[in-house]
């Protein structure tokens, strides 16, 4: 019977106008201390974000998001925080803020197999959290369409 890995997961939001509370969901960060795995994926939606402000910063948005998966990666790259261990860039990175890119609350779930998991975990949470449903695509617990 395999062991099974913990791994604490939070969708990356971004919040247009913060005053506002609007977002909309743009990627995903997945942690597993035990396999050593962090990984942020990310895609940005901008005519969703262009919906809820127009006069959105799409390029200071891009930029901020583009930043996450490199404090994942760590080393000098990620600057100061690439020296620190990927448990800690976890936090920093789903630590609470008010500016326009946030995280859900932290996740857990459980795996076995973990790299080859935790990679069809973070697919699977990119297409079921941040992704458009495609229009054949039934809603999570729907029955399945007849008409097709």
């Not at 969901?25 to 809820?52: F, H, P, T, W």
């Not at 799409?58 to 996450?68: C, F, N, Q, Y």
């Not at 490199?70 to 261990?85: D, Q």
């Not at 229009?135 to 617990?141: E, L, N, S």
Request: proline content about 7%; overall charge neutral.
């Amino acid at each position: 019977m395999p062991t099974l890995s913990t791994y604490d997961y939070a969708i990356v939001r971004v919040v247009p106008r913060v005053e506002r509370g609007e977002f909309i969901n743009a990627g995903v960060i997945v942690s597993c201390a035990a396999a050593g795995y962090l990984q942020a994926r990310i895609e940005l939606d901008e005519a969703k974000l262009l919906a809820l402000d127009p006069g959105a910063d799409v390029h200071g948005i891009r930029a901020g998001l583009a930043a996450l998966p490199v404090i994942c990666a760590g080393g000098s790259a990620a600057g100061a925080l690439g020296a620190l261990s990927a448990r800690e860039r976890f936090h920093w990175l789903v630590a609470p803020r008010s500016t326009s890119i946030q995280t859900s609350p932290v996740h857990t779930g459980q795996c076995d197999s973990p790299r080859l998991t935790l990679e069809l975990q973070l697919e699977h949470l990119m297409r079921t959290m941040v992704r458009r449903p495609s229009p054949h695509q039934a809603a999570p617990g729907a029955p399945a369409s007849t008409l097709d």
